[in-house]
């Protein structure tokens, strides 16, 4: 095993403040470093990963001995174990996303006022990014190459169980920076696995971290939206709607359904309820249930569905604000669009809704009033991703309102400050 | 007087409490309401305030009396004072932000994905924005009508000494919502003089207050920011920099300085650190600080000034860091635009900024490396504002990085949302 430091509360808060101020110090350069300079330092960092590989496939190995002698669950040492291809697809995302536009410097608007002053609003970078995440070694390269790239330093505390392979990575990481002339202090890793050290991100490090982006479960999520006394890009879950309108064109509503809730069910992005038109119960109900049964998904269906079909499995109130994860739909009929808006109103946890419709009026109205951070009309609810959007690379979705909502890609890892240009003017 | 609620802490929760719930009500229906409603509510509500300018100058000399009783200073109670002329000046405010483009589903981006899909970037309103004020009556008008126009319901914490004026004001403002048919709960002011219903506010009223707004002194800003659990947008202090350079033309670089710091000392954009170039020490210093002096304002020079002019009162360390709003301001030589980074990376407050130069490359580096919310190049530092800017109304200016910064005007009141638009798009 790796040297740990030693640790008891106190040292952990000094180590943690510590951290803090050399991100901060470290965020002073990179938010200056040219477009140029971190590209090379994010393609330095993915062939270190490759050429590191052996060492971070036996600190892999420690930790997955470790895993064993614990007895961590199945699906825990899957996403925990490395290989050849998975090191290669680790390297393969930094360059992803050392190719992305940079986005500092970006003019995002310009106007010019009567007086003559040229106003700007340009992208910079928000400063220090705290990621904490699970036993997921890869994400130590993804959150530390995004950070970078919009110009942030970052703090990455992942899960213990991952604690030496991320570290290993982390190494390649910082030779990356090095290479590039960049602050060896602008990807750090918390080197110790005691909980306290979350503890103290959440409290903002005195000043040092200016938002927080936990990846993981629905705990990890809860207890750093609770917690936090910094700006919280997340989402808590994912409990997305797909409403089908009496106006949906059948086969298409069907592909779309079975591909929303099955395409993968353990993702935000997939469907955990399927709300159908009233109107629609004679025409759409049945062969939407049909092509869902037949796709392997199990059916919990509301009072009036059940009228319909009585030897289905009932949803419990629970069930509507349910998100399965896992091959199971809750199934509503609904008076029309207004129907389903106030069902998404009161049950949404503000991701990601779909309307299937060939009306055009009941798709604006669908968009126009519900209030969540993806919606989408005749298309399916897994394409809540960055990536999907075009955006490269994302760190999570968010569901909050303020700053960053939906994916978070680089754009939304950046602030931004007025320029304004002048030619002596004072203000009268 | 009028009838004031009775309260204790266990009611004072409650009632705001249930304010929380009514805003979070009405913040529905007024986020789908069309532009042409709004803007319809607004100008209701400007000639309301017209209208019942007996009332509200009733109310008015009700707290006039009370701040006669208690002793208030001058300047409260002049900033507390309403008359036929400041009245007609609240409605003419609240006319100029109804005749403001509508941000509310305003496009602000939109692509299309190789798949066909097409995305679109959407303002929508934030939901509900507590605002906390000192007592300014007009504030009152202003706050309400800003976050009317951009779709979010308001709480409206005005200071105790405006209770009577504020409530007339707020009745006039209830009639235009009504008569345009809005929910009366879309503005609500806080109707008890208690300091606990601030503190109430701060806690979010269980997730009702989606952002904090304060306006008032820097101790209001302060106990805002330390104790709000929802996001702020707020600047503590505005301890804004100019930095003259060698290469400044001195005829502009005078009167830029001067306006910067003399127009009004008592606002946030107002300079209170100037930094001279060391190379133009023999050319610039002299007649800047004359031209200060004769403008009446008081010098406190750095040691390498008082060196050049040894009469001069010195800064102490604590001047630096000292927003004086008031015609005092300190004074140092720097080493190049170097050194005025260097300086303004210590002490700015993160709000605005100047650079007075001929030189293009030194104002380009300024622009890049100073990280203030507002930057002016050959620019008065005055210009630190929303109407300056061309927003139409600000709520005030916010030097945090996260959504708003800068002035905050309706659309920095806004979040925004994906609408995508599929023809039956699966992921594969």
């Given at each position: 095993?790796l040297?740990?430091?030693q640790t008891?509360?106190?040292?952990?808060a000094?180590?943690?403040e510590?951290?803090?101020?050399?991100?901060?110090?470290?965020?002073?350069?990179l938010?200056i470093?040219s477009?140029?300079t971190?590209?090379?330092?994010?393609l330095a960092?993915?062939?270190?990963?490759l050429?590191?590989?052996d060492?971070?496939?036996?600190?892999?190995?420690i930790?997955?001995?470790?895993?064993k002698?614990?007895e961590l669950?199945?699906?825990?040492?899957?996403?925990?174990?490395?290989?050849t291809?998975r090191i290669?697809g680790i390297?393969?995302?930094?360059?992803?996303?050392?190719e992305?536009?940079?986005p500092v410097?970006?003019?995002?608007?310009?106007w010019e006022?009567?007086?003559?002053l040229?106003?700007?609003?340009?992208?910079?970078?928000?400063g220090?990014?705290g990621?904490?995440y699970?036993?997921?070694?890869?994400v130590t390269a993804?959150?530390?190459?995004?950070?970078v790239?919009?110009?942030n330093?970052?703090i990455?505390?992942?899960?213990?169980?991952?604690?030496?392979s991320s570290?290993?990575?982390h190494?390649?990481?910082?030779r990356?920076?090095?290479?590039?002339g960049?602050p060896?202090?602008?990807i750090?890793?918390?080197p110790?696995?005691?909980?306290?050290?979350?503890?103290?991100?959440?409290?903002?490090l005195?000043?040092a971290i200016?938002?927080?982006?936990?990846?993981?479960?629905k705990s990890?999520v809860?207890?750093?939206q609770?917690?936090?006394?910094?700006?919280?890009?997340?989402?808590l879950e994912g409990l997305c709607h797909?409403?089908?309108?009496?106006s949906a064109?059948l086969?298409?509503?069907?592909?779309?359904?079975?591909?929303?809730k099955?395409?993968?069910?353990?993702?935000?992005?997939?469907?955990e309820t399927l709300l159908?038109?009233?109107?629609?119960?004679?025409?759409h109900?049945m062969p939407l249930l049909?092509a869902?049964t037949?796709a392997?998904?199990?059916?919990r269906?509301?009072a009036a569905?059940?009228?319909?079909?009585?030897?289905?499995?009932p949803a419990?109130?629970?069930?509507?604000?349910?998100?399965?994860?896992?091959?199971?739909?809750?199934v509503?009929l609904?008076?029309g669009i207004?129907?389903a808006?106030?069902?998404?109103k009161?049950?949404?946890?503000?991701h990601?809704e779909?309307?299937i419709?060939?009306d055009?009026a009941v798709?604006?109205?669908f968009f126009?009033?519900v209030?969540s951070a993806?919606l989408l009309?005749n298309?399916?609810?897994?394409?809540?991703d960055?990536?999907?959007?075009?955006?490269g690379a994302?760190i999570?979705i968010?569901?909050g309102k303020?700053?960053?909502?939906?994916?978070v890609g680089?754009?939304?890892?950046t602030s931004?400050?007025?320029?304004?240009h002048?030619t002596?003017?004072?203000r009268?």
């Amino acid at each position: 095993m790796l040297h740990q430091v030693q640790t008891n509360d106190n040292t952990i808060a000094d180590v943690m403040e510590d951290i803090g101020r050399r991100a901060k110090a470290a965020s002073g350069p990179l938010a200056i470093a040219s477009p140029q300079t971190k590209t090379k330092a994010l393609l330095a960092m993915a062939d270190a990963v490759l050429a590191d590989e052996d060492k971070i496939l036996a600190a892999n190995a420690i930790d997955l001995a470790n895993a064993k002698q614990a007895e961590l669950a199945e699906s825990l040492v899957d996403r925990l174990k490395l290989d050849t291809q998975r090191i290669a697809g680790i390297a393969e995302g930094i360059r992803t996303i050392a190719e992305l536009d940079d986005p500092v410097g970006a003019v995002i608007a310009a106007w010019e006022r009567p007086n003559g002053l040229q106003i700007e609003r340009v992208r910079t970078p928000l400063g220090v990014i705290g990621v904490i995440y699970e036993s997921r070694p890869n994400v130590t390269a993804d959150a530390g190459a995004l950070c970078v790239k919009a110009g942030n330093a970052v703090i990455l505390r992942g899960g213990s169980d991952s604690l030496n392979s991320s570290r290993a990575i982390h190494a390649s990481l910082v030779r990356g920076l090095k290479q590039a002339g960049l602050p060896e202090d602008a990807i750090q890793l918390v080197p110790v696995a005691d909980r306290a050290a979350v503890g103290a991100m959440l409290t903002g490090l005195s000043g040092a971290i200016d938002v927080i982006v936990p990846r993981g479960g629905k705990s990890l999520v809860a207890r750093v939206q609770a917690e936090a006394r910094v700006p919280v890009f997340a989402h808590l879950e994912g409990l997305c709607h797909i409403y089908v309108d009496q106006s949906a064109d059948l086969e298409m509503a069907k592909s779309i359904v079975v591909n929303a809730k099955m395409r993968r069910t353990g993702i935000c992005g997939a469907a955990e309820t399927l709300l159908v038109d009233g109107a629609a119960a004679g025409t759409h109900l049945m062969p939407l249930l049909e092509a869902l049964t037949e796709a392997g998904c199990e059916i919990r269906a509301s009072a009036a569905v059940l009228k319909v079909f009585p030897a289905l499995k009932p949803a419990t109130e629970e069930d509507w604000s349910t998100e399965y994860l896992d091959a199971i739909i809750s199934v509503a009929l609904v008076d029309g669009i207004s129907g389903a808006i106030a069902h998404i109103k009161r049950y949404s946890s503000h991701h990601t809704e779909a309307v299937i419709a060939e009306d055009s009026a009941v798709a604006e109205r669908f968009f126009n009033e519900v209030d969540s951070a993806i919606l989408l009309h005749n298309a399916s609810t897994q394409f809540a991703d960055g990536g999907e959007f075009g955006m490269g690379a994302e760190i999570g979705i968010a569901t909050g309102k303020m700053h960053a909502r939906g994916p978070v890609g680089v754009e939304q890892l950046t602030s931004f400050k007025y320029r304004v240009h002048g030619t002596g003017q004072t203000r009268p």
